[in-house]
């Protein structure tokens, strides 16, 4: 079992980056692929970024492509998501989440509590 703790989140003008981080508790973390969802107000959770446990594969959401990049460090037991170009429509609940494989559907195993990321126009 793997506990996940997320932090980076605030309140940025459009333009402006953010990177998140995902801490994860436990020492089986290079055994879990990692994927970062978003959640807007009134919407559903959806995908945006994800790292297999070598850093070898990434996926990306068409939204995230070319402005979010997906990173681990697995020395130090943590994931990020470095933003950049901000927009509004990105302001979101952001969640890590971890499973035994890399997949771009909302099937990961386990939760991170989420960090709140808004966008100012």
Do not use: H
């Not at 943590?78 to 494989?101: F, H, S």
């Amino acid at each position: 079992q793997v506990q996940l703790v997320e932090s980076g989140g605030g309140l940025v003008q459009a333009g402006g980056s953010l990177r998140l981080s995902c801490a994860a508790s436990g020492r089986t973390f290079s055994s879990y692929a990692m994927g970062w969802f978003r959640q807007a107000p009134g919407q559903a959770r959806e995908f945006v970024a994800a790292i297999d446990q070598s850093a070898g594969r990434t996926y990306y959401s068409d939204s995230a492509k070319g402005r979010f990049t997906i990173s681990r460090d697995n020395a130090k037991n943590t994931a990020y998501l470095q933003m950049n170009k901000l927009k509004p429509e990105d302001t979101a609940v952001y969640y890590c989440a971890a499973r035994w494989a890399i997949t771009t559907r909302d099937v990961y195993d386990y939760w991170g509590q989420g960090t709140q990321v808004t966008v100012s126009s």
